[in-house]
């Protein structure tokens, strides 16, 4: 997976052609990213994100293929990588309550499904997708942005901002019971001069 920050993506209908790409069909094609909110997503795009999604999580896609959101909560938005037809990038952002051990709430700006299809990895399109997310998140008045990953991927993601928290993170379910996460790192991005909560938090 590349290294380099991309360009930002726009809203649905003013695309951002990609332009990084390195074989001439895709020259000759482009891709574009675009920004859905939920209710705009359609048929054939929602298809799409599971075939996507289904294709980079496997262990997910029994899931997927019903569905694409991860414990019952969709996104307010997703940015999207498409090539003509197909989806071929994708993150989700999905909106969070982060409570502290002070009962301080805060929102936050939850990024998942942050997914590449095989073949066009190594062109920096994950980096176009987290950055065209966090200025649309940041946009929408989020002081922050948050995002679980596995233990291997926390390098990538610190090399491009993103901070390991110092305390304790938790996801609870509507039940007050903590999620065992798969995805067990958790991580954090500032977005508006606020510095991120002090202290052991949970997410809901």
């Known amino acids: 997976m590349a290294e380099d920050r991309g360009q930002e993506g726009e809203r649905v209908g003013h695309p951002v052609l990609g332009s990084d790409s390195l074989s001439p069909s895709s020259i000759e094609e482009p891709y574009v990213i675009r920004i859905v909110d939920e209710q705009e997503l359609d048929f054939p795009l929602e298809e799409g994100i ?8 496997p262990d997910w896609a029994e899931i997927f293929r019903m569905r694409r959101v991860w414990y019952k909560t969709p996104p307010i938005f997703s940015v999207l990588a498409i090539r003509g037809n197909r989806v071929i990038g994708h993150v989700g952002v ?36 987290l950055a065209a997310a966090l ?9 922050f942005a948050i995002l679980f990953c596995k233990e291997p991927l926390v390098p990538f993601y610190a090399a491009h901002g993103w901070k390991l928290p110092e305390d304790h993170i938790v996801m ?15 991580m954090y991005r500032e977005l508006a001069g606020e510095p991120f909560p002090e202290g052991p938090i949970d997410v809901y």
């Open 172 to 186: 609870r379910n509507e039940q007050d019971l903590p999620i065992s996460m798969r995805s067990n790192c958790p």
């Open 135 to 143: 200025e649309e998140a940041k946009k929408r008045g989020f002081p």
């Open 50 to 57: 599971r075939t996507l999604l289904c294709a980079c999580f």
């Open 94 to 129: 999905v909106v969070r309550s982060m409570t502290t051990t002070w009962n301080f709430r805060h929102l936050a700006a939850s990024i998942q499904g942050v997914a590449v299809a095989p073949e066009y990895r190594s062109q920096r399109i994950s980096l176009k997708l």
